[in-house]
């Protein structure tokens, strides 16, 4: 089975917003930031908010993919769990330690976004062996007891709300919305659903997240069900019209696929570039708008181009 464009496209998306938002908030005070353009508010839903969960889901689309790939070559299931659990392990090395040479000057552990895609990895690919319907299922179980806990535990609340991406706990939601990502990339692409279809039925799980949102509102902070289903609905929707647009065009090259086959050396090349400098010079968000704006184009044109001689020499990490 030959690397599904769509699915490259998708990831390189994400990646290049992900890196322009970082960026911008590194060189740009929040304050002197567009609402529209924040994200991580507390009881909002905004354009930002959907990124991290976007990518999680296209790493369960992706990883749903390579599952039948491995199948069809006739590896064992214990094997393959064994390939993603290594993977997914050194995705939170990985962040642990990005993370914690960033935060150095506090000597304390942090808690990041690789760690929380990893662990989330970890807990998904529990149910790769699973029928569509059964995973379906066990999500939405996932969700609702989640969602309780969020209703009726104190503690539980208290811990998400206080824990950067929700914390070990709330990589739980991230994982349901992984485990979307595999369902629907299995229907998509390996059982060629109509596109038609799989539109409906992306739109229905963002209707059922409203329902969801009159119970617990929309909040990334807290990873709330209402949160994880709109971004899994969203995330069905962009993925039929990235496949449906690469199928039009033709689409086999160009820098969001180049961003998208190399996502995890993308997402480190920022903490050297930026994070690194920033936190040795003791220099936190020292320009205006405007100049952040055109600080993180800049420094995306550059991670673009060091991703570009990397692949050139064959140097690659792999999500």
């Not at 567009?34 to 999680?56: C, E, S, V, W, Y």
């Not at 993603?84 to 050194?90: C, G, K, S, T």
């Not at 299995?186 to 109509?194: D, F, G, N, T, V």
């Not at 449906?244 to 570039?273: D, M």
Request: glycine residues 6%.
């Amino acid at each position: 089975m030959q690397r599904e464009v769509s699915i490259d496209l998708f990831r390189g998306m994400i990646v290049i917003l992900f890196l322009f938002l970082n960026f911008l908030f590194s060189f740009s005070p929040e304050n002197t930031i567009p609402f529209i353009l924040r994200h991580n508010q507390p009881n909002a839903l905004l354009p930002g908010d959907f990124i991290a969960a976007l990518f999680a889901f296209v790493m369960g689309a992706a990883l749903s993919l390579s599952y039948e790939r491995r199948v069809r070559n006739n590896e064992s299931h214990s094997i393959i769990l064994m390939t993603y659990a290594r993977r997914f392990v050194m995705l939170i090395v990985i962040g642990v330690i990005l993370d914690s040479l960033w935060a150095l000057g506090e000597l304390k552990f942090q808690w990041g976004v690789l760690q929380t895609l990893g662990l989330a990895g970890m807990v998904s690919i529990l149910l790769l062996q699973f029928t569509n319907r059964k995973k379906i299922i066990i999500a939405i179980s996932v969700l609702v007891v989640y969602g309780l806990l969020l209703l009726q535990n104190q503690i539980f609340y208290e811990y998400i709300n206080s824990t950067r991406h929700g914390g070990p706990l709330g990589a739980l939601s991230y994982s349901v919305i992984m485990i979307f990502g595999f369902v629907s990339s299995s229907m998509l692409i390996l059982e060629q659903k109509p596109y038609r279809e799989m539109i409906v039925i992306g739109i229905a799980i963002i209707l059922l997240s409203l329902l969801c949102s009159l119970v617990i509102p929309y909040n990334k902070l807290l990873v709330t069900p209402s949160y994880a289903l709109i971004t899994a609905g969203a995330g069905i929707v962009l993925l039929v019209a990235l496949r449906y647009f690469c199928e039009k065009y033709n689409i086999t090259s160009g820098p969001l696929l180049l961003f998208g086959r190399n996502s995890l050396l993308a997402w480190v090349l920022q903490y050297p570039l930026v994070y690194y400098p920033l936190m040795l010079f003791e220099v936190w968000t020292p320009f205006g708008f405007f100049e952040g704006i055109m600080l993180a184009f800049w420094f995306v044109f550059i991670t673009y181009f060091l991703v570009k001689l990397a692949e050139g020499h064959n140097i690659s990490l792999r999500m």
